[in-house]
């Protein structure tokens, strides 16, 4: 069983919604596991937080910061023999955890399981979010202004395949296609089932690679079921399927390099439904990978 340092990214930076950054804290307190190395607890500086939509580049400059504090902090667990599982937070600040583990791996696939494609430029952004662009960062398509701080390889989009993607744009959807990303719908999950879709993801993701990055959005889980997220995103997967992504990513912990749970909300959640969600799959994670 691998040690497991636990990175708390406090951060919702990268979206217009306030609460994200709250969620990692509420997911680790009171957290005690025989296989958790540490808790690292990051914080943004969300002072004067940036909301207006017309704003292509919200909280450019206090994003980055946070980012390159979170890269630095997984590279170091990673040189100290540590299995790095960042807990968000926004998306955005995956820039830094796939980046700091491509950086020590060389060469990695991602699957990104999510509603959103989250692979916006900032010429293609309608919402000028950055949790929006992070996947089209992290695969060098989008390099301005997010990655200055790596540099060490990035994601190939041939082994990056989205999982319960189901509210893309349509500019996103043309950047995508271009880049040659695969997409499982989630009408794909429910047709063919999490299992079968999770192991054609993998062999993707991890051919003629050293293993792969995993990040997990809760807001790829139906928000009536799964409510505490920022960006919601309505006919999503039911948590049968969530759960069994969770199995599938146990089943291939030997490929997995790194690992990120993010966007959970509390000040979105209803009766604490997606904190009991979020926390079973954290807790299952730690207890088998």
């Given at each position: 069983m691998r040690k497991i340092d636990i990175i708390d990214a406090c951060t919702d930076l990268g979206v217009s919604v306030d609460g994200a950054a709250l969620g990692p804290e509420i997911l680790t307190e009171d957290f005690s596991n025989e296989n958790v190395g540490n808790i690292y607890i990051l914080h943004a500086?969300?002072?004067g937080k940036e909301k207006e939509k017309d704003n292509k580049k919200k909280?450019?400059?206090k994003l980055?910061?946070?980012n390159i504090e979170l890269y630095n902090r997984v590279l170091k667990s990673i040189d100290e023999k540590k299995f790095p599982l960042t807990i968000g937070g926004d998306h955005s600040l995956v820039i830094a955890s796939a980046l700091a583990s491509i950086k020590k791996n060389q060469n990695?696939?991602?699957i990104w399981i999510d509603a959103h494609g989250d692979y916006n430029t900032f010429k293609t952004t309608i919402t000028g979010n950055i949790h929006g662009l992070p996947l089209a960062v992290i695969d060098g398509y989008e390099k301005m202004y997010l990655?200055?701080?790596?540099?060490?390889?990035?994601?190939n989009p041939k082994n990056t395949v989205i999982v319960g993607g189901r509210d893309i744009d349509p500019l996103e959807q043309e950047n995508l296609k271009d880049?040659?990303?695969?997409?499982?719908t989630t009408e794909e999950v429910h047709e063919k089932g999490m299992k079968a879709v999770m192991e054609e993801a993998v062999k993707i993701a991890c051919d003629n690679t050293n293993g792969m990055h995993i990040s997990y959005d809760l807001d790829v889980i139906d928000p009536v079921i799964c409510p505490g997220v920022s960006v919601p995103a309505k006919d999503g997967i039911n948590l049968e399927e969530a759960y069994e992504a969770v199995d599938q990513i146990i089943k291939y912990k030997n490929k997995l390099k790194s690992l990120d749970l993010v966007e959970y909300n509390p000040l979105r959640d209803i009766d604490s439904k997606t904190k009991v969600i979020a926390k079973t799959i954290l807790e299952s994670l730690i207890n088998n990978i």
């Open positions: 500086d969300e002072d909280n450019l400059k980055n910061e946070f990695l696939g991602i990655a200055d701080f790596h540099n060490g390889s990035f994601y880049a040659g990303v695969t997409v499982f």
